[in-house]
């Protein structure tokens, strides 16, 4: 492995290369384009869920809970599954500057079509996104990597991901204030154009960097103990497509579904094959190789309760923010906020056009029994009616906003997490890797027990939270994944053999596929859980679980990433 990646150094060199002082240009090329990329995804997937669950009077689809969390578990995972697929078209055929071009080219087209009306176009629109993301996503972050391959440049891999990854959070910050102030003056279809709009930046600007980016695009050769194309449809696209075929008419063959929707069944079966594919990489792999593999998937099982916790971002979270938390703006900032379009004006009147179960919501009444409440949006079916508007109108903030919570305490804590550990390093007392993923795991569980406490802060059936326990509970998971998704990022490209590292990033993101559909999975069950508290302590007994595990593994990983780096 390492001379593997000395040949590439030294190719490098003979290029006429020069060596860097600080960071090279291509590292803001790749920051501007991930930074618009982000703007548009986080943009569409932030208001996703509400634009399903929203009724068809008001432009919406008018899916129930149940239905939206399906569609959303289904199109997240999809959304990290697809990246398996584009990091190795990458590694062994296009290379990854032709993979980003049309990745991003695929994302913007299939923003665009999301804001055409019908369900043709929507399904279309989502093909298109999950597709651009497999051929985006993995290749940005491989080339960053094999750019900070350099022998001059290696000492700040971990740095240029920090900074990178600030990029991610800067367009996940400000595109959903612009996705509140489209949707609520002018409709959801304006919205989703916006994205298309992001992205089209992204690709121009990469266009006109590429040639900054060239040194990280290097050719990789096919060894003989990696398996061609050929066997790989045969022994991994074919078989996931036939399991998950399998899976989708599973409940029919044993009268229920196992994982709550055949389309959980399909997308778990699917998975099967192309982890005994990657299963398949470690056996083959030479002894040197397989202490850095043993390593990275040992980190990407653990880490899969981590992104799990991190996806109730688009279930869990957003349905908490939209139905369970009080979300009035003060009068005399509504002002302010309606001209920022951060206020979304809802109604106690019931639509005409509403079906049946587009707005229900199990309610319980003073003697504890469940009550149908129809007609009316799902906030005021926990607000009493005391509360309710006088004129009928409630001014609120919109929805997803909340989802700028996080990419902003990213932002603002970023420095200082950085800052605390250059003051330790500097005294010999940094924790490794692992120790610090590990800690970033039992962050992201106490956030989810801070929402326990949020549940049980108030009947919610009968009333709302406060807002600033989702916002607490953001902070707090924020500074949990400052240990661990940078970082993860950065021990893809550290312990990967050179040759498949995309196809290791396409790995990364599987676990993500598995998390996000397991997220998804979990929200359909949310209006299942009558005690909301036992869908919060499901996370925290999980993380707690996972950060014990990689606490225990913390000195043997750390050792690997020793060995292969020089660093810890």
């Not at 008018?62 to 590694?91: C, N, Q």
Request: glycine share 10%.
């Amino acid at each position: 492995m390492e001379q593997e990646q000395e040949v590439d150094l030294s190719a490098m060199q003979m290029a006429g290369v020069p060596p860097k002082k600080g960071h090279p240009r291509s590292l803001w090329i790749l920051f501007g384009t991930e930074m618009w990329e982000r703007f548009g995804y986080y943009l569409m997937v932030g208001i996703f869920f509400l634009y399903l669950v929203d009724p068809m009077s008001h432009g919406g689809k008018g899916f129930t809970v149940k239905m939206a969390a399906d569609l959303v578990g289904s199109f997240i995972a999809l959304v990290y599954l697809a990246p398996f697929i584009g990091g190795m078209m990458a590694d062994r055929y296009l290379g990854y500057r032709k993979a980003i071009i049309i990745g991003s080219s695929l994302l913007a087209a299939g923003y665009y079509t999301l804001a055409i009306p019908g369900d043709t176009a929507l399904y279309v629109a989502l093909l298109m996104i999950i597709v651009g993301n497999g051929f985006f996503k993995p290749n940005i972050s491989t080339l960053l990597g094999n750019i900070y391959n350099r022998a001059d440049l290696k000492p700040k891999k971990d740095v240029a991901y920090n900074i990178f990854y600030m990029g991610i959070n800067i367009g996940a910050f400000v595109c959903n204030f612009v996705a509140a102030y489209l949707r609520n003056h002018y409709g959801w279809g304006y919205a989703f154009a916006a994205a298309g709009v992001g992205m089209t930046i992204a690709l121009v600007w990469f266009l006109f960097g590429m040639k900054h980016v060239k040194e990280g695009d290097i050719k990789k050769t096919v060894h003989k103990e990696d398996m061609p194309m050929s066997k790989i449809f045969g022994y991994v696209f074919l078989p996931a497509m036939i399991t998950a075929t399998f899976g989708w008419f599973l409940n029919k063959m044993i009268g229920h579904t196992i994982f709550g929707t055949p389309s959980n069944d399909a997308f778990m079966c699917a998975c099967v094959p192309i982890i005994i594919f990657y299963i398949g990489i470690y056996t083959r792999a030479t002894k040197e190789d397989k202490r850095g593999l043993g390593a990275l998937f040992a980190f990407f099982i653990v880490s899969i309760v981590f992104w799990v916790i991190y996806n109730q971002n688009s279930t869990g979270l957003t349905i908490w923010a939209d139905q369970y938390t009080a979300r009035k703006m003060p009068e005399s900032m509504q002002g302010i906020g309606n001209s920022l379009g951060m206020i979304q004006t809802i109604s106690t009147k019931p639509d005409s056009v509403t079906k049946i179960d587009e707005f229900f919501r199990p309610v319980l009444d003073a003697n504890g029994h469940t009550q149908q409440v129809l007609g009316t949006n799902p906030y005021f079916q926990n607000l009493p009616k005391a509360d309710w508007p006088k004129d009928g109108n409630e001014h609120l903030i919109s929805t997803e906003i909340f989802q700028s919570i996080n990419p902003f305490f990213i932002i603002f804590l970023t420095p200082i997490v950085v800052g605390f550990f250059t003051w330790l390093s500097k005294r010999k007392r940094e924790p490794n890797t692992p120790t610090k993923i590990g800690g970033g795991m039992m962050i992201a569980g106490l956030s989810s027990l801070l929402m326990l406490f949020a549940v049980l802060s108030t009947n919610v059936y009968h009333n709302k939270a406060e807002m600033y326990w989702i916002i607490c509970t953001y902070a707090l998971f924020t500074l949990g994944e400052l240990l661990v998704s940078p970082i993860g990022l950065s021990m893809v490209s550290k312990l990967s053999p050179p040759r498949i590292t995309a196809l290791m990033m396409g790995c990364w993101f599987l676990v993500n596929a598995i998390a996000g559909k397991v997220a998804g999975l979990m929200g359909t069950f949310w209006d299942s859980f009558t005690d909301k508290t036992n869908y919060f302590l499901i996370l925290v007994i999980a993380a707690g679980v996972a950060s014990a595990v990689m606490f225990a593994m913390s000195k043997w990983i750390g050792a690997v990433v020793k060995e292969k780096t020089g660093a810890n």
